[in-house]
Every structure is written in C-alpha cells, then in structure tokens.
C-alpha cells in the first residue's frame, strides 16, 4: 500500500487533529439522541442487555458523552500529516477491530522470530517480532526478514467491556493461577504480571489480561500500544518510531512528522485516551436467556470452566465509575496463560513463553468467525467452528483432557454445548438471528404466547425476558423497547383501548402487511406512526427503516422502492 511518495511535516497540533474533531463534531449529535432514547427506555422499567459495542447501562451524561466521542475517533481514519506511519497495519481501530466496533475482527498480523537452540529469538534489530505490513510509500516497506524462521499471523484480539476486565482486582485473577498443577487436574495457568505503561518503573506490576499473550493489564496502555505498533503514531506513553526492519537511515529518510504525533485536541484529549474512553465504556456483550442453558453444565462436565471461568466481581473501590463497580459479569475467561502444547504460537512475549496463550473471552462468541488465535476454526456453520476450536486443545497442552471430553460426548450433549455458546453474544428477543429485533421477531414472540411452558433450551427462552418459564405480556411490553432501540417506529394505539398495537398484535390482532398495526383498527396502509393520516412523519419513518423489514408495506419483508410507492399512493388523510 503506497499512501503516498512525499510525506509532509506537520507539527501543528489543532490542525493535525482537525479530521478527528470534524468527525466528532458530525455524528455526536445524533449518537447521543441514541443515547438518550436507550435510557428513556430503561427509565421506563425496562433494561435490555446492551447489544455488543453499545455503552455500558448506568452511565453517567458526561460518561456517555465521551464514549460516543472516543467511537468516534476510533474509527476515523488518521492521515499522513496526523502521524499516521511511516510503517503500520491500518489507518484507524476499526479497521482490525469490526465484529462490532471495538471488538474481534478477521484482520491477521505477522509476527516473526527466530527459534535459536529451542528459544524465540524476536530479531528486534531487523524490526521484529511485529510486521508492519504497510507503509507510506514502497520504500519505507517491512518484510520477514530471511534470517526468521519462525512466523505466524494472529487474528485481531478483543475482550470488550474493557473498562470492566479491567477493573477485575489483580488478587482475584491470581487466586485462579496454579502453576505448578498442585490439583492434578491437567491445568496449570499462571499470571503474567506486567508494568502498565502509564506506570512509573518502581510502581507494582499489574495482572496482565489482554490481548493473547496478556501481556497488557490496563486500558490505556492497550491504547498506547496499538496507536503506535499498529497505526504507527506515536504518543505520551511511547515516543519513537517502529524503524523499517530496524533500519534508522530509513526511518529518517521515510518520516517526516515530530513525535509525539498524538496531540490533544480542542478539549484537552489525546486520541489515545480517546479511544481509551470509548473502550473502556464498552458494555458487556448479552447472554441469551440470561439465566443459561443445561449446555453450561456440559461446558463445565468437560473441563472448560477451568480456564474459561463464567463469572468475576468487579472491584467496589470509590475510584471506578458506578457503571463499572462492584459489577457482576460473565466473560468465561480467567485471564491466565496457559500451555497450549500444539496451539500455542511458537511466540515469546514478555514473560509469556512460546506455547502460552491467554484464555480468550467467550462474551460474543456467536457472532466470531474466525475462531482461535490464527483464525484456524473459520467459515461454516457457528457448530462446525467451535468443534474445529475446541478439538484444536489437543492431542497436547492443558486444553487436552477437555478436547478428549468433548470429543467423546454423545451427539445430544455436545448439540447442547454448542447451544449454550450460541447463547453468548445473542441479543434479547432476536429470535431470526440477524442481531436485530423487528417484525418478524414478533410474529415468533407471539407463536410462543401459546407454546406453554418454556424452559432455558426453548427457542421461545430468547423471548422470556423476566425469565418466568412463559411468554406473556409483559414480556411483549420488553419487546417494545427492544424494537424501538433497533429502529423500529414507537408504536401507537390506533383504537384507544389501553394497548399499544406492537402488544396488540402479540396478543393475536391480525397485521398481514406486517407494519406493526392491527388491520383491523381501521388504519391506512403507509400509517406507520398511527396519528390517522399518512404525512411527512411516515414518510421519515419508512426513510429510516430503509432496506429493512420494519414497516414493509408491501409483504415482500423489506422496506424499499415498492414500499416507498405505496406510501406516497396513500398520503393525505386515512
């Protein structure tokens, strides 16, 4: 990728960060209007799980604010004259981290090494052990140098929620660490204790507990890291430049901006502690049903809690943000490394050696393709994707005795297993799977009005909101909210009787054009907000449910030209 052949020096810190102040001054506008509905939906009793790369519940304004702010700048993309290069892997964060924005991705980098005598050399000195793989011009371009002969590409690593994973206490995650495998039971994970870069050298090491070989502990320096090893800028917390292979002729010849290239903008923010904001603001990704499924106890039958453990409390210190203290979350992770005999990397990392890995999280793991740290287990079917992770544990490593568990359940058990780990990452009352609630997620909530009894394994426990074992009204009213947050036309009361039309319809109203209006109110077609008239308002409404299924005038379950005809056919008064 050749940016371009003569960069020029920009020293001026406001206009090098204009791009990102521009986009900011943009979108926050309408990010915090979301942010706004998302909360009078809570007030009015109900609170959704947040879908996966929304804010945390409970924010404050201010909280909110910069978590749209930070977003923002996540996923502009930086320019030659903010500091971008001379050598990097992409021109924003969004670009590796997409599945959804601040999340796992399908971008793999290159690292490279070289195995001398049965150790991982990183041949620093020839740019090692991270490949920049692009650069602001041809000349300024890494290779794996011959002299490697060790190289392996890693899929790009997430935990989400990183303001909670961080706030984990350090003594918690090292109650886990059994190094020496003193139980017998074949696991033997172990803390890797890092000095977060923000740190002074003499201030205590810290639990490392991200990225794969945990060799990050706080957010801040997971900032600071991939702003200058993966964007190439540099800034407050690392100063200089990744040179060329470690060519410094060439990285004078190839740079042209001062470092640090991370200056603060209009209020005060670098862009590292912008984006620091938006990540560690991330909510925990949903659980569906939130009370599990009988697969958990297979998951835990087989050994995968050992390391993948469920449940952790954040810290209640008065230093966290009331959104992030003394929280109770599942990420099915213990944030240890582990010996992972033939899935390890081959890779040596700070204290992490060549055939550690740290427990990946499993929050969000439906929506995850590719799987493992090379991005092994990909394509298919979500079923065929975990199978191929999970018996990638073995023959060798701690994995070992959960891959042979696994492998040697009986069809029913593992059918189970895999409908749990659906279950991580599925949004609440999405019963067609597409990560939005809608029409055609209603018509299925109401089928299950009269299925009876629902149990946690039930199709129809993705609707049991209040997860009373039925689906009832007052599950229905959750769905309203639901529908709403995902775009979906806040629903009226066409006849006046007490029940708005969404519940109507649940409750057996015919709505055969399936706009969320019983056909029997004596409505119009194209009277998608209900007020009686088809106008202006329906008009935005149709507009902003484009290519969707939400107000489908036509039947054929999508809002598009056809739909938009019939509309204007029927303006003016019902």
């Given at each position: 990728?050749?940016?371009?052949?003569?960069?020029?020096?920009?020293?001026?810190?406001?206009?090098?960060?204009?791009?990102?102040?521009?986009?900011?001054?943009?979108?926050?506008?309408?990010?915090?209007?979301?942010?706004?509905?998302?909360?009078?939906?809570?007030?009015?009793?109900?609170?959704l799980?947040?879908?996966?790369?929304?804010?945390?519940?409970?924010?404050t304004?201010?909280?909110?604010?910069?978590?749209?702010?930070?977003?923002?700048?996540?996923?502009?993309?930086?320019?030659?004259?903010?500091?971008?290069?001379?050598?990097?892997?992409?021109?924003?964060?969004?670009?590796?981290?997409?599945?959804?924005?601040?999340?796992?991705?399908s971008?793999?980098?290159?690292?490279?090494?070289?195995?001398?005598?049965?150790?991982?050399?990183?041949?620093?000195?020839?740019?090692?052990?991270?490949?920049?793989?692009?650069?602001?011009?041809?000349?300024c371009?890494?290779?794996?140098?011959?002299?490697?002969t060790?190289v392996i590409?890693?899929?790009?690593?997430?935990?989400?929620?990183?303001?909670?994973?961080?706030?984990?206490?350090?003594?918690?995650?090292?109650a886990?660490?059994?190094?020496?495998?003193?139980?017998?039971?074949?696991?033997?994970?172990?803390?890797?204790?890092?000095?977060?870069?923000?740190?002074?050298?003499?201030?205590?090491?810290?639990a490392?507990?991200?990225?794969?070989?945990?060799?990050?502990?706080?957010?801040?320096?997971?900032?600071?890291?991939?702003?200058?090893?993966?964007?190439?800028?540099?800034?407050?917390?690392?100063?200089?430049?990744?040179?060329?292979n470690?060519?410094?002729?060439?990285l004078?010849a190839?740079?042209?901006?001062?470092?640090?290239?991370?200056?603060?903008?209009?209020?005060?923010?670098t862009?590292?502690?912008?984006?620091?904001h938006?990540?560690r603001?991330?909510?925990?990704?949903?659980?569906?049903?939130?009370s599990?499924?009988?697969?958990e106890?297979?998951?835990?039958?087989?050994?995968?809690?050992?390391?993948?453990?469920?449940?952790?409390?954040?810290?209640?210190?008065?230093?966290?943000?009331?959104?992030?203290?003394?929280?109770?979350?599942?990420?099915?992770?213990?944030?240890?490394?582990?010996?992972?005999?033939?899935?390890?990397?081959?890779?040596?990392?700070?204290?992490?050696?060549?055939?550690?890995?740290?427990?990946?999280?499993?929050?969000?793991?439906?929506?995850?393709?590719?799987?493992?740290?090379?991005?092994?287990?990909?394509?298919?079917?979500?079923?065929?994707?975990?199978?191929?992770?999970?018996?990638?544990?073995?023959?060798?490593?701690?994995?070992?005795?959960s891959?042979?568990?696994?492998a040697?359940?009986?069809?029913?058990?593992?059918?189970?297993?895999?409908?749990?780990?659906?279950?991580?990452?599925r949004?609440e009352?999405?019963?067609?799977?597409?990560?939005?609630?809608?029409?055609?997620?209603?018509?299925?909530?109401?089928?299950?009005?009269?299925?009876?009894?629902?149990?946690?394994?039930?199709h129809?426990?993705?609707?049991?909101?209040?997860?009373?074992?039925?689906?009832?009204?007052?599950?229905?009213?959750?769905?309203?909210?639901?529908?709403?947050?995902?775009?979906?036309?806040?629903?009226?009361?066409?006849?006046?009787?007490?029940?708005?039309?969404?519940?109507?319809?649940?409750?057996?109203?015919p709505?055969?054009?399936?706009?969320?209006?019983?056909?029997?109110?004596?409505?119009?077609?194209?009277?998608?907000?209900?007020?009686?008239?088809?106008?202006?308002?329906?008009?935005?409404?149709?507009?902003?449910?484009?290519?969707?299924?939400?107000?489908?005038?036509?039947?054929?379950?999508?809002?598009?030209?056809?739909?938009?005809?019939?509309?204007?056919s029927?303006?003016?008064?019902?």
């Open positions: 990728m050749d940016i371009s052949s003569a960069p020029q020096r920009d020293t001026n810190a406001n206009s090098s960060r204009t791009p990102h102040a521009r986009a900011r001054q943009g979108l926050a506008a309408a990010l915090l209007a979301f942010s706004a509905a998302a909360s009078a939906l809570a007030g009015d009793g109900v609170v799980q947040p879908k996966a790369g929304d804010p945390l519940n409970g924010l304004a201010s909280e909110l604010n910069l978590f749209w702010q930070g977003r923002t700048d996540y996923v502009t993309p930086f320019s030659m004259p903010m500091g971008l290069g001379p050598i990097m892997n992409k021109s924003n964060c969004q670009s590796c981290h997409s599945n959804p924005v601040g999340g796992w991705g971008i793999k980098v290159t690292h490279f090494g070289m195995d001398d005598k049965g150790e991982f050399y990183p041949l620093t000195e020839l740019g090692g052990s991270l490949l920049q793989s692009l650069a602001v011009n041809d000349s371009r890494e290779f794996v140098p011959e002299e490697a060790v590409q890693r899929v790009t690593n997430s935990s989400m929620a990183f303001g909670l994973i961080e706030a984990i206490p350090d003594e918690a995650i090292a886990n660490e059994d190094p020496k495998d003193l139980d017998g039971d074949g696991v033997s994970g172990r803390v890797h204790w890092v000095l977060p870069l923000e740190s002074s050298p003499k201030s205590p090491l810290r490392g507990r991200f990225g794969w070989k945990a060799q990050v502990a706080t957010v801040l320096s997971f900032s600071a890291d991939a702003t200058r090893n993966e964007l190439g800028v540099t800034n407050a917390l690392i100063q200089t430049e990744n040179a060329p470690g060519d410094m002729a060439l004078d190839c740079d042209s901006v001062a470092d640090p290239e991370d200056h603060a903008d209009e209020s005060g923010f862009f590292i502690e912008r984006v620091t938006f990540q603001y991330l909510a925990e990704p949903p659980q569906t049903p939130r599990g499924m009988s697969g106890a297979v998951f835990v039958a087989v050994g995968c809690a050992k390391c993948h453990v469920p449940q952790w409390t954040t810290s209640n210190l008065k230093g966290f943000e009331s959104a992030i203290r003394g929280k109770t979350i599942r990420p099915y992770s213990d944030f240890l490394l582990h010996d992972m005999g033939l899935l390890g990397d081959g890779v040596q990392e700070g204290d992490a050696n060549e055939l550690e890995m740290r427990t990946p999280t499993l929050w969000n793991l439906r929506t995850r393709d590719p799987m493992l740290h090379d991005g092994s287990a990909a394509g298919g079917s979500f079923e065929s994707r975990v199978t191929a992770a999970i018996l990638a544990h073995g023959p060798f490593g701690e994995g070992a005795n891959a042979a568990a696994f040697a359940l009986p069809s029913s058990q593992k059918a189970q297993l895999v409908a749990f780990l659906d279950s991580l990452g949004v009352f999405d019963f067609t799977g597409d990560g939005s609630v809608d029409i055609f997620d209603l018509e299925v909530l109401a089928d299950c009005r009269t299925a009876g009894a629902v149990s946690p394994d039930d129809c426990a993705i609707g049991d909101f209040d997860q009373n074992g039925s689906v009832n009204t007052a599950d229905a009213e959750a769905f309203v909210a639901a529908f709403v947050r995902d775009g979906g036309a806040k629903p009226g009361d066409c006849d006046n009787d007490g029940v708005n039309d969404l519940v109507a319809v649940f409750l057996g109203a709505d055969t054009n399936r706009d969320g209006i019983p056909d029997d109110c004596g409505g119009c077609l194209g009277d998608l907000t209900g007020d009686g008239a088809v106008n202006a308002a329906d008009l935005a409404a149709l507009l902003s449910a484009w290519g969707s299924s939400t107000g489908d005038l036509t039947g054929d379950g999508t809002v598009n030209a056809a739909d938009l005809a019939a509309l204007l029927a303006w003016g008064s019902c």
